[in-house]
């Protein structure tokens, strides 16, 4: 059964803090120090305590384990392997233009493993997840189905595999740019938009009827 916020918020050491305050407030009651005020001055202590104790921190989100460039290297390698023959021309064209991009970048990033970089984010992000999230969830569809069905767009789910690495391709290009140019601004640009475009699940886009 969930915990209630309340009962969440007994255990906080916010409420411990008020809570000693309070206590202090009812102690200077019973000795006389303090008169007919006394509830409104135990609870101003009690505000005074618990707003004095920094909130309990919120669920962070997990930290992704430790990547290096040869692992992504390793794992765009592995994606070309897997893929050959199996993507139509123009797509199969699109994802050698976006790891080529990204095997561009990885020497122009500092730490691969700092999160706070966000050009490393970036490149890490596009390499282990937008890219083979977009193929495999392609290569999941029937051959059939995914050169001649139709999507609502017009669109058949081999031309939205090559937008969609288009889109990638293009975005990784700049992003090859920005690092040269040390462009943090530009970085930041362009990961809200590939998060924004990219972060569904299986990419459904691609498999909508």
Do not use: C
């Not at 915990?3 to 000693?20: D, M, P, R």
């Not at 102690?27 to 202590?45: C, E, K, N, Q, S």
């Amino acid at each position: 059964m969930r915990t209630s916020n309340a009962v969440l918020y007994l255990y906080s050491n916010k409420h411990l803090a008020g809570s000693a305050l309070a206590l202090l407030g009812l102690l200077l009651m019973f000795t006389g120090v303090i008169g007919v005020g006394w509830p409104l001055i135990t609870l101003a202590l009690y505000a005074a305590g618990a707003l004095a104790v920094p909130g309990e921190p919120r669920g962070a989100l997990p930290t992704p384990a430790p990547v290096h460039t040869a692992d992504v290297l390793a794992r765009l390698q592995e994606l070309e392997d897997r893929t050959r023959g199996r993507l139509p021309r123009e797509a199969e064209t699109r994802l050698h233009g976006v790891i080529s991009a990204i095997r561009e970048a990885l020497p122009r990033l500092r730490n691969l493993e700092k999160l706070g970089d966000r050009g490393a984010y970036l490149v890490r992000e596009t390499a282990l997840s937008y890219l083979p999230t977009a193929v495999e969830a392609y290569l999941t569809l029937p051959p059939a189905y995914a050169r001649l069905h139709r999507r609502p767009d017009g669109k058949t789910p081999a031309e939205s595999l090559s937008v969609q690495l288009a889109l990638l391709e293009g975005v990784m290009n700049q992003v090859v740019e920005d690092l040269a140019g040390d462009d943090a601004t530009a970085l930041e640009t362009h990961g809200r938009f590939l998060q924004e475009r990219f972060q569904t699940p299986a990419l459904h886009v691609l498999k909508n009827p």
